[in-house]
């Protein structure tokens, strides 16, 4: 049956929708911040260090933001992936 | 009553004032008629753009129709409800996703170039936070090998 309403616009169906909207959007929020993190993390070392072997590209994709934070701090003082990341 | 329904519908300009008038027509008729008029309602008032206002003029009226709890406008309207849900929340992922990377990348980057160069200077953070994905993702390769923040970011 076609009902043709603007359901975000709906009393007390809006609210609830948005509330669903928010909750994903936090979790869409967490998700980005760990891609992007990782993105700029894997270019800079694949640059100094050369193609990332499949260890190394399991290893970063498995930490944290705040684990891909501290990397970012040594990243540029560590001599090879080795000492990077083991 | 279903005539009733199409004409008034179709003539009014007041639209709220229609669908009360309707209702309240409604609420007079035994419990089967009532029924019947109000799925005749509902469907027209879809057709034109009036649900949230019927939902509304229902709930007011004074025998008690719940059309949540109604025997097949009920799944419907939790079917509806269902869907805005899914569709609401992948929008709000994808957006939350894009806000989500372009802060990664940049509190990696600020890191960054705050270890090289030490702390930056404000025109730096500006610059940086002005920037979009694809052009912070091009200055993570130049990090290493600008010689000045002036130099990596002018």
Same mark, same amino acid.
């Given at each position: ?11 007390? !169906?809006?609210? !609830? /929708? ?44 498995? /930490? ?19 000492? !990077? !990341?083991? | 009553?279903? +005539? ?19 209702? +309240?027509r409604?609420a ?6 009532? #029924? &019947? *008029?109000?799925?005749?309602? &509902? ?9 949230? &206002?019927?939902?509304?003029? &229902? ?9 949540? #709890? ?8 939790? *079917?509806?409800?269902? #869907? ?20 990664g ?5 600020r ?20 920037? *979009? ?5 091009d ?16």
């Amino acid at each position: 049956m076609p009902i043709d309403v603007d359901i975000r616009e709906h009393e007390f !169906l809006g609210p !609830l /929708l948005k509330e669903a909207r928010q909750e994903a959007r936090q979790e869409g929020r967490q998700e980005g911040r760990q891609e992007g993190e990782l993105t700029i993390l894997r270019r800079l070392i694949e640059r100094r260090f050369g193609a990332l072997p499949n260890w190394a590209a399991e290893k970063l994709a498995m /930490l944290s933001p705040s684990g891909l934070e501290d990397l970012t701090d040594r990243v540029l003082d560590a001599r090879s992936l080795d000492e !990077l !990341l083991r | 009553m279903g +005539d009733n329904v199409i004409a008034i519908l179709a003539r009014l300009r007041d639209d709220k004032k229609a669908v009360h008038r309707i209702v +309240d027509r409604i609420a007079g008729l035994a419990a089967a008629e009532r #029924e &019947t *008029a109000l799925a005749q309602l &509902t469907i027209l008032a879809g057709l034109r753009h009036l649900w949230g &206002t019927v939902e509304q003029e &229902t709930r007011k009226m004074p025998i008690d129709v719940d059309i949540r #709890e109604h025997e097949f406008l009920g799944p419907m309207f939790r *079917a509806e409800r269902q #869907e805005g849900r899914q569709e609401g929340r992948q929008e709000g992922r994808q957006e939350g996703r894009q806000e989500g990377r372009h802060e990664g990348e940049l509190t990696i980057l600020r890191r960054l170039i705050e270890k090289r160069f030490g702390a930056l200077p404000n025109w730096a953070t500006e610059k940086l936070a002005s920037l *979009a994905a694809s052009e912070l993702e091009d200055l993570s390769v130049s990090v290493l090998d600008a010689k000045s923040v002036e130099e990596l970011l002018t």
